[in-house]
């Protein structure tokens, strides 16, 4: 009879996602992976060929989550762009090094910045469409120069240098829209 697999994919899977957004991707680690499990590093290679495998489903499962974080974000604005913004800032304050795995790292397994955002949901495109029925002739410009500022004051959340409340970040979103758009 064969013995019973007790440590299962999933479970080396959520360890690593675990430790990549606790202490970053850096960390992630066959041994420091196999010691959280409480295993040695042979389960972690019978179900993965390498750690590059590994941690390309440490990267899917932080997209994933970063889908299911801007879903659940609460929608405080009605500008175009605001809430995509809010919940991207908040996202890096919160959850730091699965912010820098998705959108500041350069790694293989790199999903695209506009990929990321837009998602299976059209999260783009749903706020481009809502900048055109706002009357703005250009919204993919208009989403440009947004983004800039957004990924910018994201940055700055990542590092500590930005310490505006989540009150006076709408209000500088929905005034940069309105610069932006030539409605100021």
């Known amino acids: 009879m064969a013995r019973k697999e007790t440590i299962t994919i999933d479970m080396i899977l959520d360890t690593a996602f675990a430790m990549a957004r606790e202490e970053g991707v850096a960390d992630v680690t066959a041994r420091k992976v196999a010691a959280k499990t ?16 590994l941690w390309r489903a440490v990267y899917d499962k932080a997209a994933a989550f970063f889908h299911d974080y801007y879903r659940l974000y609460p929608r405080t604005g009605k500008t175009p762009f605001a809430n995509l913004g809010m919940a991207y800032i908040a996202f890096a304050r919160e959850e730091r090094h699965l912010f820098e795995l998705l959108f500041v790292k350069n790694v293989p397994y790199k999903k695209g910045m506009y990929e990321l955002l837009n998602g299976s949901a059209g999260n783009v ?23 800039i500022f957004i990924h910018g004051a994201a940055c700055m959340t990542m590092t500590g240098d930005y310490d505006l409340t989540d009150a006076q970040t709408l209000e500088l979103l929905e005034r940069s829209y309105e610069a932006f758009a030539g409605k100021s």
Request: proline fraction near 5%; aromatic fraction near 12%.
């Open 38 to 53: 409480g295993c040695s590093t042979q389960p972690i290679f019978r179900v993965y060929k390498n750690m590059d495998e």
């Open 125 to 147: 495109v749903y706020e481009i469409n809502l900048a055109r029925a706002a009357g703005c002739a250009d919204p993919g410009d208009l989403f440009m120069k947004m983004w």
